[in-house]
């Protein structure tokens, strides 16, 4: 999963912008543009401050359609 891809769809579905985000949940603005221009993943701790600023959990977090995996 692109963690920086799914923070951006989930803050642009709640209508705030990633620096919004970034102050709401301790998270610098630069930690995020730099996920972003580098493509890095963001680490656990972060997206757990990134929820908590999302108001959501971080299971509602890695739950997208992609991730679902199927029994074989």
Do not use: W
């Not at 996920?35 to 656990?44: G, I, M, T």
């Not at 757990?48 to 992609?66: K, N, Q």
């Amino acid at each position: 999963m692109d963690t920086i891809r799914r923070v951006e769809e989930l803050s642009y579905a709640k209508g705030i912008s990633l620096a919004q985000l970034a102050r709401m949940s301790g998270v610098s603005n630069s930690t995020l543009k730099n996920a972003r221009s580098r493509n890095y993943q963001l680490s656990v701790d972060t997206i757990e401050r990134l929820c908590a600023g999302l108001g959501i959990t971080m299971s509602e977090f890695f739950d997208t359609p992609d991730c679902h995996i199927s029994g074989s």
